[in-house]
């Protein structure tokens, strides 16, 4: 059976276990959850994801939530398969998990509150507007880790090594929305040269360009 991911295309999390899809070139078949009616607050889909948050992957009844956690499942069902995700080698599995760690504790966050500060609130709440003061201080907070980011990419071409992983996945979606919200600078501009590299590469994967035409 082919593995069924219950999300949608547009969806930042749904988004990172499609990069992964088309990066191990694994089929699947993508079953919309209609957020606007509150699907994903229904008894039957707070059966398989008890947190009620797309997305969740449905392999032949075998169920896994958490997007990060379905696309290390991924890589690790089809190891040997598309792209390798996640180095076996010890030492660069360990800077693998470092760049995965460096994302969630000092770049998720602030993408996240910003996307949902200038994107998801007027979609989700109409009328209502960002709030100038977190905007700000998400910015900032984003900016110093981008700081530290260049000195990482200073030395390794990508935040999980030498090679493209999982860790680059899991900031691509966010990353992009930043330029929507006027902040691609961040990610691309001349002030912090490695991290304007780093992006061009990670974002110009043939597995992003696929997934935002879904
Ligand atoms: N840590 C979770 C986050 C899931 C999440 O926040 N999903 C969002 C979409 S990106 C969602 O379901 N939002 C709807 C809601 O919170 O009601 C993951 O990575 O899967």
């Given at each position: 059976m082919v593995l069924k991911l219950y999300g949608l295309a547009m969806s930042t999390c749904a988004q990172r276990v499609l990069i992964?899809?088309?990066?191990?070139?694994?089929?699947?078949?993508?079953?919309?959850?209609?957020?606007?009616?509150?699907?994903?607050?229904?008894?039957?889909?707070?059966?398989?994801?008890?947190?009620?948050?797309?997305?969740?992957?449905?392999?032949d009844g075998f169920i896994v939530?958490?997007?990060?956690?379905?696309?290390?499942?991924?890589?690790?069902?089809?190891?040997?398969?598309?792209?390798?995700?996640?180095?076996?080698?010890?030492?660069e599995?360990?800077?693998?998990?470092?760049?995965?760690?460096?994302?969630?504790?000092?770049?998720?966050?602030?993408v996240s509150?910003?996307?949902?500060?200038?994107i998801f609130k007027g979609m989700f709440q109409p009328g209502s507007s960002p709030d100038a003061a977190t905007v700000k201080s998400q910015t900032e907070k984003l900016a110093a880790s981008l700081d530290a980011y260049e000195k990482v990419l200073s030395k390794q071409p990508y935040i999980g090594g030498n090679s493209f992983t999982l860790a680059d996945?899991?900031?691509?979606?966010?990353?992009?929305?930043?330029?929507?919200?006027?902040?691609?600078?961040?990610?691309?501009?001349?002030?912090?040269?490695h991290v304007k590299e780093w992006w061009n590469k990670i974002s110009s994967r043939s597995s992003w360009q696929e997934v935002k035409k879904l």
């Open positions: 992964t899809l088309k990066e191990k070139n694994v089929e699947y078949e993508l079953v919309p959850v209609d957020l606007m009616k509150g699907a994903h607050k229904s008894p039957e889909f707070l059966e398989k994801q008890p947190f009620g948050k797309i997305p969740y992957l449905d392999d939530y958490e997007s990060r956690a379905i696309c290390r499942y991924i890589e690790n069902k089809y190891k040997g398969q598309g792209t390798e995700l996640i180095p076996t080698e010890v030492k599995a360990a800077i693998f998990e470092q760049g995965a760690s460096i994302e969630l504790s000092y770049y998720n966050e602030a509150v910003l996307a949902y500060e200038n996945v899991f900031h691509i979606p966010y990353g992009e929305l930043l330029f929507k919200q006027g902040l691609g600078d961040l990610l691309s501009g001349d002030q912090r040269p």
